[in-house]
């Protein structure tokens, strides 16, 4: 947890701040922002990518939550005895009855602890929740180049998840902020009664506690801190591109600081309370089968549809805390999922920018979660848990350490901190603190880039459980992460081409400069340094003038300044009329 909260207090909440503070002020998505310097809008571009990724797995794990949500709908769990068609010899469960007994335990009495006990006397357990897994949801297969067929009811799910976030979206942000309000929230009412509930079960304290010991020998550890990163920048939703997008429905004057600080300390000790309730539920379970915690702690999907749905066997009425559970993940990935999606239409509308576009937004918001659907599909092959992992590991993960660190240097260093200091000050009243002019310039991109550095050189290949991914997979993987940083210099080649100098000094320093249009994007709000011109000189707003030009300006005017000081204290000592007449006679 250490790393988590470092993490979390040097670069989380500054570029939760930055990102809300940068949309808010141009009141634009993740590529009309980067008038700030049109030659970094390839960054928006890897925002957009990195958004599509996402967009497409992270349904896929929704729509699993919804099967899951379904098949809780009985009177037992289908995952709780070893007798199924689709079980293995191997088959051990924790929760035993008369005619349910794995051959295994035949000695054992239909006492419940007693049942569980006899587990450990197995050299390799496989519980009934991880072949209900295995077996029966995903029917895996044994390579990730073998897809197999379409599961069907998976893929139906997919259909039920992308129709009910189309839904909520098809409207805009009004029809997803009253969704919200309910997504945001009910999670934590589930929370609260699965902690009620874990922290009175046997076991439940050495859950905890292996939660809330820490790992010294792994803090030197490059994985650790990358994936803390990774939860960070995963939790908050930094360099998706969303925070600049919903920031940017804000009102110009709305104190995003304050904004940026609950949301990340919220965000924070949800992500620590919900720890707890995993935890004391792993506890009991590791109580039961009298063996250590870390045996069955796991992580990812093992954790959410293998590990944790086996837990809630061990408690009475199983299916309604099973229900409750993945009534809960859904919730929790469908607002992610909004997110998401409406980062990629507000981005694709505001570029194409046409009246019939605008007018017609729900037709993009249709074609995007058509699109997301249909490349969803090989997902949900026999194969699609290979891919899927493989693009959670590597279509967005260290791309958006990258993506962060190159828009602080953007926004810090070619616009200039000054510049965008003032920006601040003009919506919010006050400059942003100290600390957080620190960490734009220097702490975070520091942080992100020494992460970044010793995950590439500890890099281990990506393996599911036994199994490890064949080479062309790999390189699959490093394609679909690279692409979203690719675009990045792409679009600044590009850009400096087409920008007007003789020289390629004169095109550069042209393609960084900001856009006349950059600022707030109501007249109303564009005063000091975006003020219109007047008539004679332009006809468009204000831009904003270069380092050396204002620096001139300024020194015109003090000097100007104190020549009329000069002039008035002549004039008081009876000296103007010499100094500015030299007849005296005059």
Known sequence: MLPYFIMLVFCGIPLFFLELSFGQFASQGC?????????????????????????????????????????SMTNLLPWTYCNNPWNTPDCSGVVSGSKHLNSTLANATTNLIAGVSEVVNRTKRTSPSEEYWKHYVLNISDDIGNLGEVRLPILGCLAVSWIVVFLCLFKG?????????????????????????????????????????????????????????????????????????????????????????????????????????????????????????????????????????????????????????????????????????????????????????????????????ITGFLLGVPLTTQAGIYWLLLMDNYAASFSLVIISCIMCICVMYVYGHRNYFKDVEMMLGFAPPIFFKVCWRFISPVIISFILIFTVIQYKPITYNDYVYPGWSLAIGFSMALSSVVCIPIYALYKIYRSPGSTFRERLKNACRAHPKWGPALQEHRTGRYAPMAPEDTAEARPLKEKEELKEELKEEEKERKDEISLTIQGSNGSTNTHNNPNPGV
């Open 31 to 71: 590529l009309g922002v980067w008038k700030i310097s049109p030659m970094f809008k390839g960054v928006g571009y890897g925002m957009m990518v990195v958004s599509t990724y996402i967009g497409i797995y992270y349904n896929v794990v929704i729509c699993i939550a919804f099967y899951y949500f379904f098949m």
């Open 173 to 369: 942000v009004k029809s997803s902020g009253k969704v919200v309000y309910f997504t945001a929230t009910f999670p934590y009412v589930v929370l609260t009664i699965l902690f009620i509930r874990g922290i009175t079960l046997d076991g439940a304290i050495n859950g905890i506690m292996y939660y809330l010991t820490p790992q010294w020998e792994k803090v030197l550890d490059a994985k650790v801190w990358g994936d803390a990163a990774s939860q960070i920048f995963y939790s908050l939703g930094c360099a998706w591109g969303g925070l600049i997008t919903m920031a940017s429905y804000n009102k110009f004057h709305n104190n995003c600081f304050r904004d940026s600080i609950i949301i990340s300390v919220t965000n924070c000790a949800t992500s620590v309370y919900a720890g707890f309730v995993i935890f004391s539920i792993l506890g009991f379970m590791a109580h039961n089968l009298n063996v250590p915690v870390s045996e069955v702690a796991d992580h990812g999907p093992g954790l959410a549809f293998v590990a944790y749905p086996e837990a809630l066997t061990l408690l009475p009425i199983s299916p309604l805390w099973s229900l409750l559970f993945f009534f809960m993940l859904i919730l929790l990935g469908l607002g992610t999922q909004f997110c998401l999606l409406e980062t990629l239409v507000t981005a694709i509308v505001d570029e194409i920018g046409t009246d019939w576009i605008i007018k017609h937004k729900t037709v993009v918001t249709l074609s995007v979660a």
